[in-house]
């Protein structure tokens, strides 16, 4: 099993940054890509940016390239997803998530963490 712990969410303005951070604990030697997702009240959850664990390659959805910034620390087991530029569509309750080698679903996620973007 794996665990993930997020944080970082808060309210900002339109323009604005914020930092998200998603811990891995437990079997994390197991992770093969992380990823973060996004839910928007009303709406499916949908793919923000996904990254592997060893080697770092990094993939991002449309609507946050430029603009958003993923990275990691194996020595901390953790993920960063810098956001830069907020915009309210941004806002969401963003999750981390965590899969293995060999399977094509998360089945690892954390509690998810609120980002609010006021215009």
């Known amino acids: 099993q794996v665990q993930l712990v997020e944080s970082g969410g808060g309210s900002v303005q339109a323009g604005g940054s914020l930092r998200l951070s998603c811990a891995a604990s437990?079997?994390?030697?197991?992770?093969?890509?992380m990823a973060w997702f996004r839910q928007a009240l009303g709406k499916e959850r949908e793919f923000v940016v996904s990254i592997m664990w060893n080697s770092g390659s990094i993939s991002y959805a449309d609507s946050v390239k430029g603009r958003f910034t993923a990275s990691r620390d194996n020595a901390k087991n953790t993920v960063y997803l810098q956001m830069n530029s907020l915009k309210p569509e941004d806002t969401a309750v963003y999750y981390c998530?965590?899969?293995?080698?060999?399977?094509?679903?998360?089945?690892?996620w954390g509690q998810g963490t609120q980002v609010t973007v006021s215009s």
């Open positions: 437990g079997r994390s030697s197991s992770i093969y890509r």
């Open positions: 998530a965590a899969r293995p080698l060999g399977i094509a679903e998360y089945p690892y």
